[in-house]
C-alpha cells in the first residue's frame, strides 16, 4: 500500500494494519479451493495489492451429488470445479431432503437452482457472521459465483450489518431464489420514516456478469436477482460469451479490476 507521507507516523501504521477483504462465495457443489483456483487469473497483483481475497467453505457437504457421467458432460469449468472432494453448498433444495434424493441421477432430485424450497441458509448466514462478525469493517468487497453470488444477494437481507462498509459487489452468473419466502419477509425494512416499509437492496456498485451460452442460468433470471436485490443506479452488467463459469479472458480480467479499484469514496 502506498504510504501518505503527509501523515503522522501513527496515521500511516495504522494504515499499514488496516487490510482490505474481499469475501469470496463459490457455487454449488465446489469448495473455497476449488473457486480460489477459478479466480487465479483475475485476481491480478493489483488487486492483491489492495485486497486480500478471503475465501470460505460453505457448510453443507454434498458430496457425490454429480457422478461421472454428470461430469462428462458438463462444461469445461464444471469439470475442474466438480472434480474434486469436499463439495459443498450454501444451502440445500427442500424438495431433495423431503424426498430423500442425494445424487442428481435421482428423479426426484432438484438443482438448489431450481428448488422452491430453499433449506439451511441459516447455518451459511451464521458462518459468515462468525468470520466477520470483529473484522466487518475491513470487508470492503464481495465476489460470488452462482449460489454463491445468490447467497450474497440473500445476506444482504439476512445480515444486513455485512454490509455497512462494503463498496463493491461481483455478481458472477448470479440467479433469482425460487423461493419467495427467502427473501420476501426479509425484504422489507419496517424502520423507515414513514412505518410503510420499503424494499432492502445492496446499495454497493455491483456488476453482474453473465455468459450468452450458460446453459444452467439464463440472462432473465441473472436480470432478475440484479433487478430485486440491488439498487438499479449503482449496477452494472458485464456480458461475455462463455458459458456457466468464471470467464478468464483479458477483457474481464481488465473489467474485474478496473470495478474493484475504482475509487469507492472510503478512507482505506
Given at each position: 500500500?502506498?504510504?501518505?507521507?503527509?501523515?503522522?507516523?501513527?496515521?500511516?501504521?495504522?494504515?499499514?494494519?488496516?487490510?482490505?477483504?474481499?469475501?469470496?462465495?463459490?457455487?454449488?457443489?465446489?469448495?473455497?479451493?476449488?473457486?480460489?483456483?477459478?479466480?487465479?487469473?483475475?485476481?491480478?497483483?493489483?488487486?492483491?495489492?489492495?485486497?486480500?481475497?478471503?475465501?470460505?467453505?460453505?457448510?453443507?457437504?454434498?458430496?457425490?451429488?454429480?457422478?461421472?457421467?454428470?461430469?462428462?458432460?458438463?462444461?469445461?469449468?464444471?469439470?475442474?470445479?466438480?472434480?474434486?472432494?469436499?463439495?459443498?453448498?450454501?444451502?440445500?433444495?427442500?424438495?431433495?431432503?423431503?424426498?430423500?434424493?442425494?445424487?442428481?441421477?435421482?428423479?426426484?432430485?432438484?438443482?438448489?437452482?431450481?428448488?422452491?424450497?430453499?433449506?439451511?441458509?441459516?447455518?451459511?448466514?451464521?458462518?459468515?457472521?462468525?468470520?466477520?462478525?470483529?473484522?466487518?469493517?475491513?470487508?470492503?468487497?464481495l465476489v460470488g459465483f452462482s449460489q454463491g453470488a445468490t447467497f450474497i444477494a440473500l445476506l444482504r437481507r439476512k445480515l444486513p450489518e455485512l454490509f455497512k462498509n462494503v463498496r463493491k459487489v461481483v455478481s458472477i452468473a448470479g440467479f433469482d431464489p425460487l423461493d419467495e419466502e427467502a427473501y420476501a419477509a426479509a425484504a422489507i425494512d419496517?424502520?423507515?420514516?414513514?412505518?410503510?416499509?420499503?424494499?432492502?437492496?445492496?446499495?454497493?456498485?455491483?456488476?453482474?456478469?453473465?455468459?450468452?451460452?450458460?446453459?444452467?442460468?439464463?440472462?432473465?433470471?441473472?436480470?432478475?436477482?440484479?433487478?430485486?436485490?440491488?439498487?438499479?443506479?449503482?449496477?452494472?452488467?458485464?456480458?461475455?460469451?462463455?458459458?456457466?463459469?468464471?470467464?478468464?479472458?483479458?477483457?474481464?480480467?481488465?473489467?474485474?479490476?478496473?470495478?474493484?479499484?475504482?475509487?469507492?469514496?472510503?478512507?482505506?
Amino acid at each position: 500500500m502506498e504510504k501518505d507521507c503527509s501523515g503522522t507516523k501513527e496515521e500511516e501504521d495504522k494504515k499499514e494494519k488496516l487490510v482490505l477483504k474481499c469475501a469470496c462465495f463459490h457455487g454449488f457443489s465446489q469448495n473455497a479451493d476449488a473457486f480460489r483456483k477459478r479466480t487465479g487469473s483475475i485476481r491480478t497483483t493489483k488487486l492483491k495489492r489492495k485486497y486480500e481475497f478471503v475465501f470460505l467453505d460453505a457448510p453443507h457437504a454434498v458430496d457425490g451429488v454429480f457422478g461421472e457421467d454428470e461430469e462428462r458432460n458438463a462444461n469445461a469449468h464444471a469439470r475442474a470445479t466438480t472434480n474434486c472432494s469436499n463439495h459443498r453448498s450454501w444451502w440445500l433444495a427442500g424438495e431433495n431432503v423431503e424426498s430423500g434424493a442425494t445424487k442428481a441421477t435421482d428423479a426426484a432430485w432438484v438443482r438448489p437452482a431450481k428448488s422452491r424450497k430453499i433449506v439451511g441458509l441459516e447455518d451459511s448466514v451464521e458462518l459468515v457472521r462468525e468470520t466477520f462478525v470483529k473484522t466487518e469493517g475491513e470487508v470492503r468487497a464481495l465476489v460470488g459465483f452462482s449460489q454463491g453470488a445468490t447467497f450474497i444477494a440473500l445476506l444482504r437481507r439476512k445480515l444486513p450489518e455485512l454490509f455497512k462498509n462494503v463498496r463493491k459487489v461481483v455478481s458472477i452468473a448470479g440467479f433469482d431464489p425460487l423461493d419467495e419466502e427467502a427473501y420476501a419477509a426479509a425484504a422489507i425494512d419496517d424502520d423507515d420514516d414513514d412505518g410503510k416499509g420499503v424494499k432492502v437492496k445492496v446499495e454497493s456498485k455491483s456488476l453482474h456478469v453473465h455468459g450468452a451460452n450458460d446453459a444452467l442460468v439464463t440472462r432473465d433470471r441473472c436480470d432478475r436477482l440484479r433487478d430485486l436485490f440491488y439498487d438499479a443506479e449503482n449496477a452494472s452488467t458485464f456480458e461475455h460469451e462463455g458459458g456457466h463459469g468464471v470467464p478468464t479472458s483479458k477483457q474481464f480480467r481488465e473489467a474485474f479490476e478496473t470495478f474493484l479499484l475504482q475509487d469507492d469514496g472510503a478512507e482505506t
